[in-house]
């Protein structure tokens, strides 16, 4: 049975108000998730109470050479969010005249404790003293930044290619006991130097971290 050019054009009609809504919907559920995030990641900072806590480990900072270099890597290519960036003056210590000082805090996904401090002493002078980058590995006295995320693979090209950067250990599965001694967790590892010679890994679990 041949259609009527009305009936023709009924369909295309009704095929594109559908398609309309399951867009519609599409939009409205993505903006419903994205909203969803948000409040818990605010219900998770609103319902923390410092004063519950009698001890608190809030913040790791590094002095570094370049903040932009290191903001490159840790916000840009880890993704941690700035909640703090300020420039601080003073009389200069040692030498004629003003210093300043430049401090960011980033958080991962706390802004009161796992935070980030990077410092740059005489941010914006021209003639810094240089300061030779040692790299000595899991030695003493070397501290390590550890992160945990879910898309290791996603972002290890980005890290790898920051200016500053050094590769020591390339996305590679590993072992180690569990809390409890009676299993194992599996964590795909990858470790690195930032640009001012920090190590730092970046790794993803493969298996439940029960704590107890």
Avoid: W
Avoid at 62 to 76: F, G
Avoid at 94 to 110: C, M, P, S, Y
Wanted: aromatic share 10%; glycine share 4%; hydrophobic share 35%.
């Amino acid at each position: 049975m041949k259609a009527t050019p009305n009936k023709f054009l009924g369909g295309i009609i009704f095929a594109l108000s559908f398609l309309f809504i399951s867009c519609q919907s599409a939009t409205q559920a993505s903006e419903e998730n994205s909203s969803l995030s948000d409040k818990i990641e605010e219900t998770i900072e609103d319902s923390f109470d410092p004063d519950e806590y009698p001890l608190i480990l809030r913040r790791t900072t590094l002095i570094v050479r370049d903040i932009e270099k290191s903001l490159a890597l840790y916000k840009d290519a880890i993704g941690m969010e700035i909640i703090y960036d300020n420039i601080i003056k003073r009389k200069h210590p040692t030498e004629e005249g003003d210093q300043e000082i430049r401090l960011v805090f980033l958080k991962a996904n706390h802004a009161y404790f796992g935070v980030l401090g990077l410092l740059e002493y005489d941010y914006n002078k021209e003639d810094k003293k240089e300061v030779p980058i040692r790299k000595e590995g899991f030695a003493v006295q070397n501290t390590v930044l550890l992160f945990n995320t879910h898309d290791l693979d996603a972002r290890f090209d980005q890290i790898k290619n920051t200016p500053g950067v050094e590769v020591i250990t390339a996305p590679s599965f590993r072992k180690y006991p569990s809390y409890d001694g009676k299993s194992m967790i599996e964590v795909k590892v990858s470790t690195i130097y930032d640009p001012d010679g920090f190590l730092v890994e970046y790794n993803q679990p493969l298996s439940d971290i029960a704590l107890k």
